[in-house]
């Protein structure tokens, strides 16, 4: 069985500050991992994926995030938020099958002025 | 535009009362999925299907049905919605479903009083 932890699910953060939202999983088989983002009252939006290519993944609006085998992480990180970037953030892992997307609890993230 | 569409986008019912989520998709994907979002624990998938008349159990099928009578259509039905159904539900689609990412709908907001 797979499973997805992301700590802390409400991150606040100073606009320019880093962002760093944590995701570890847990997983049988070598996984895919997804970030999703949710704007308020809309769905998931894809932010960036790990396919087993690079370990270092970029997405959209600046976010990348690296893939450590050793520690099963995949931790979200953007140099500078930005006040757009408030929204609640979802990890997920497939298994080799791909038939069950498995999601974090998300992470509300708050940018302060 | 590639998307997927769901309706309705709220619905207030009554305990008992069986009602339809439809979902559409106009990408010819293969892989459909049916989610339901509640507070703190991120998106749990219902119910998935591979492709037309396949189906499978997710992770919390109780009290719902599915059906993939053509490519485009994932309906997802509550035959006897109970308030413990109340919920936030996203239909995604994608080619296949090992690595590859998810395109969501923009969700149904369900009340069963």
């Known amino acids: 069985a797979q499973s997805v932890t992301q700590l802390g699910s409400h991150v606040s953060v100073s606009e320019g500050a880093l962002v760093l939202l944590r995701c570890n999983y847990s997983?049988?088989?070598?996984?895919?991992l997804f970030w999703y983002v949710q704007y308020p009252n809309q769905g998931l939006q894809l932010l960036l994926k790990?396919?087993?290519?690079?370990?270092l993944v970029k997405g959209i609006n600046g976010f990348e995030a690296e893939f450590k085998k050793s520690e099963t992480s995949f931790h979200l990180t953007k140099p500078s938020a930005h006040m757009s970037d408030a929204a609640e953030y979802f990890c997920?892992?497939?298994?080799?099958?791909?038939?069950?997307?498995?999601f974090g609890g998300g992470t509300r993230l708050m940018v302060k002025p | 535009e590639a998307q997927v569409t769901q309706n309705p986008r709220y619905l207030i019912t009554v305990t008992g009362k069986k009602l339809t989520v439809t979902c559409s998709q106009n990408?010819?994907?293969?892989?459909m999925s049916w989610y339901r979002q509640d507070p703190g624990l991120g998106l749990r998938q219902i119910y998935y299907?591979?492709?037309?008349?396949?189906?499978d159990k997710g992770d919390v099928p109780e009290g719902y049905k599915v059906s993939r009578k053509e490519k485009r259509n994932f309906p997802l039905i509550l035959e006897s919605p109970s308030p413990n159904q109340t919920s936030l539900y996203f239909c995604?689609?994608?080619?296949?479903?090992?690595?590859?990412?998810?395109?969501f709908g923009p969700g149904t907001r369900l009340t069963v009083l």
């Open positions: 995604a689609s994608s080619f296949g479903a090992s690595g590859r990412a998810m395109l």
């Open positions: 997983s049988s088989v070598p996984p895919y």
């Open positions: 790990y396919t087993s290519a690079a370990t």
């Open positions: 997920a892992v497939s298994d080799g099958a791909g038939n069950m997307l498995t």
């Open positions: 990408m010819n994907h293969e892989y």
């Open positions: 299907s591979m492709n037309v008349e396949v189906t």
